[in-house]
Every structure is written in structure tokens, then in C-alpha cells.
């Protein structure tokens, strides 16, 4: 019982680690854009993660490789003011 239980509910086992890494990156996102929301070093601590251009584990671009994001289509979002969609 539990096991068909447990395999229904995980049949994907990646989606709980794909969920953490887009709402990292929805909350970074949030602390950049809602200057009003976000405190000044939520900001800047933001706009580092965004555009210092790491490629370490948990970095803007190793998390978009990881959900198969283009990291330069966000980027340019960002720079030109566009709204941006929830990951």
C-alpha cells in the first residue's frame, strides 16, 4: 500500500528539486524587480546573483540549466523592464 502510494505521489523524482531551483529564481526575481518589497540588500544581493555570471551549483546559470532555461532571454528581460512569468 504505501509503495504504490509513495510511486504515485514521486513518479517524477526530479519535480520536487525542479520546484526549489524555479522558486529560488522566482524569489531572486522578485527581489529585483519589487525594489518596494524587497529591502536594498535583497536587491543588490539579487542583482550579484543575476549578473556576476557564476557557474557554480545554484548559480542563475546552473539553475537555468537545470530547469532548461536560456539564461541570456531572462537577462535581456530584466535589462528591458518586461514583465516576467513565474517559473
Known sequence: MIDAIYHNHYADPIRPYRNLLAEILNRSLRDLLNPTK??????????YFF?????NAFSFIWICQQLEIKPDVILQRIKSGERMPDF
Open 38 to 47: 524587497a529591502g536594498q540588500k535583497e536587491r543588490r544581493d539579487a542583482e
Open 51 to 55: 549578473f556576476c555570471g557564476e557557474t
